[in-house]
């Protein structure tokens, strides 16, 4: 093991001689490259080439990567399959190597260059000679990149993407799903940033653990191929020698194939859904109702606005001829005193009457909301509002107490006990229509002019029974007496109303074209004329038509002096008048149904039995406020006012342009079914925890890994493959000819470990001491293993295990320790 011989009878190189290797120690586990410090001659330039070299046969091998070695001196190049850390070229004849070396790593010596031995010197590797400057790496470079931490922080950067993937979602989630594209596209890029982060950490952690199996595992030489190869190559999976003997490797190897899934899944977790979106907001054209505009309304005066006349709810009679043009104040000869219900009114009336709804204003969704929203807001106003009371309900029903309350009938006028099953006496106490007899305009023939004319004495109180079916469900029994399902199958129901003035506060919903309404609440405040008929015949005279009688009469409500309440009583009659047309009649219900009512056009009756519906009381009073509510559909009515200012008439507005609109603005809350983003968190979270919680596995796997490598990041690279490939037994295996470099067979099925390689046979190769007791001599020194090189790298297992034996002695076996050890296995 002293200093090597040289072996004479080979061609010796022209150029200058090499020096050796300095002596390391060993603590590197890619196969530890020796520091050059001394100064030699200087070697021929290299480059990196492709070439055919000859085959110990003469046959031409397959092409494979080499060294380019320029020999200036005589003009020619010499190829050479070696590295700068090892041997020198060979020489140009077929002299052959002793067993075990490659070929071009055999040199011999001559006194002119001796042959490569043990120095403390290192190799020169200045292209310029031992006076230029040594090669020194750059000032920058990409080797933090090795660095244990980029394991964690790969995994740390992934967890940072996966929540800012999350707060991104969080604040699309609801909101109008604008940019659909381009948000997408930045959730995927922040999916893709994650998955790519988690890759990266268990990619750190697969190159790791491959060291690591190969070094635990003698393999055939397909499995370490697999081993390398699978995370880009997936036939790998299909390797049985793979996943009996290297578990970690394929559990690595499935995370990595299935981590695209991630960008695949948490992406889906944003979709788009049609949802309701709403928002406090400011409404314009908001109208209300406001009857006190009444009190001022002359029907003498067009009262315009924007072109358009204003209306009153009702007609008007004039004590004067020709009083059109009459301004003066009222007296006691020249007032007026009203006359029945406007035609304006009457439509109104009419048109709810026969929809069963609330009549809406045209375009009142578009000029209320604005386009493409819905809106609701809440008005609260003053207007008449009839205030009802059930008397009585069933057969046996207190008749006698009925009668003396003021009912026009009882229940033996009902079915089942009587013929009729709806009676309506709505009209008594009617203001007479004329009250005295009048020419054109309704001026008073007879003077002097009569007290009471034209006084609105009371409000008629409306009286209704009905009958209802005991058992709705059944088909209704024929209509005789004598049948016993008819007298059972019916109950009479008998109720009251009166006209109040009522404080509303209703609820309008605008909803694409259609309107609803809903009464939010209902307070009756006072009767509109407080006064009650007094129901026995009288035969007094007042000078009128009109033989109402009602107390106390210092209530009655007359033209003069007080013409403004007058009008706004009048208002009040004129639209409950409208309605009690509707009511008023009956249905003779024996031997068939026989209406005499306008109530069949409406809603309260069932047009299939013509009866009323169960619950006529409430359906009755809904009835009247859809009438009211409907007047806000006729702008031209002087009660139809802005809401954001009740005491202004608003009138006919028809605004071309949205920001011409200057009417009022009243508070409402704006929505639009538009497509929102719906963010699922499970969904996101599902995929990413799955993802995370298996990269800390792969990351535990990985740093176990590194404690085992002593902590020396490893790689995959090509140049780390070369590196562990470089072992001169390796030569000896049955390589054949080939163009494209495939493979043989038998070569793939060749088990091969990785670890301490000793090139026994070589003769002038550097020697790296393993400083580890010899088996002959007991010492601890640093030396070296046989007669030749030591390094890291793939052999067959006899090579490694004679390598074992004589570098810790034959008494110790190769430590086979758990892939999920820490321990450092530095010379297993």
Known sequence: MGSHTPLHGQQQPTSSGYHGLQQQAWSDPIAPTPEISSPSSPPLPRRVTFFQRAARNGSQASIGLGIAHQDQSRGYSQVGQFSPYDSPPP???????????????????TPDTPAFHHSPHNRDLSPDGPDKPLLQPPRWSWGWLNAPWVMYAALLLGIVFAGAHHAFYVSLNGQPADDQLKMMRFGGFLSYASKASLFAAVYFAYRQQVWVTVRR?????????????????????????????????????????????????????LTVELREEAKPDQCSSVRTLNFQAERTKNWRRADMLYGYPGFSLSLWNCTLPESSEVFDPYNQTFFDYWDGVSPPADLVTKHTAYSGNVVPRENVALETCGRGWNCSYTITFEAPGYKCDELGRGRNMNDKAIKDQGAPFDSSDLIPKGEYAYIADVMSGEYAKPQVETLDGGVPIKKPIPKHLGALRTEPVLWIGHSVRTRPDDTPPPSK?????????????????????????????????????????????????????????????DGTKDTTIAEPKSNYV???????????????????????????????????????????????????????????????????????????????????????????????????????????????????????YLYVQRDLWIAYSIAILATIVCVGLGTAALAQNNYHVRDVKVSSVIAATRAPCLEELPWKTSKWGEVPWEIKETKLGYGIISDRESVGTPRIGVGVSRANTGSTEGGVVGNGKVYYGFAPPEVLERTRRETFGPGRARPKGSPFSFKIWEHS
């Open 91 to 109: 020489p140009l004849n077929n002299t052959k190597a002793p067993y075990g070396l490659h070929q071009h790593e055999y040199y011999s010596s």
């Open 217 to 269: 595992r003698h393999l055939k030489l397909k499995t370490v191929d697999g081993i390398f190869a699978i995370s880009q190559d997936l036939t790998g999976l299909f390797n049985t020698e793979i996943w009996r003997k290297s578990k970690i490797v394929i559990f690595l190897a499935v995370i990595m194939w299935l981590f695209p899934l991630v960008v695949i899944l948490t992406p889906s977790s």
């Open 481 to 541: 007496k004598d049948n016993p399902d008819f007298q059972s199958g019916y109950e009479p129901v008998i109720f009251r109303c009166e006209h109040y003035v009522t404080r509303y506060t209703i609820q309008f919903n605008h909803t694409f074209s259609s309107q609803s309404t809903k009464v939010v609440k209902k307070e009756h405040l006072k009767p509109i004329i407080d006064t009650v008929r007094e129901t026995a015949n009288s035969t007094v005279s």
């Open 558 to 676: 007359l033209p003069y002096p007080d013409y403004e309440n007058y009008r706004l009583t009048a208002a009040y009659h004129a639209l409950g008048l409208g309605f009690r047309q509707f009511l008023k009649g009956k249905i003779h219900y024996i031997p068939f149904p026989n209406p005499v009512t306008d109530a069949t056009q409406t809603r309260l009756i069932d047009k299939a039995t013509h009866l009323a519906v169960p619950n006529l009381m409430e359906a009755v009073q809904t009835f009247y406020e859809n009438i009211t509510l409907s007047l806000l559909s006729n702008p031209q009515f002087m009660i139809v006012s802005w809401a954001g200012e009740p005491q202004t008439r608003s009138g006919v507005t028809a605004f071309e342009k949205p920001e011409d609109d200057t009417s009022p603005k009243y508070p409402c809350v704006k929505t639009r079914i538009a497509n929102s």
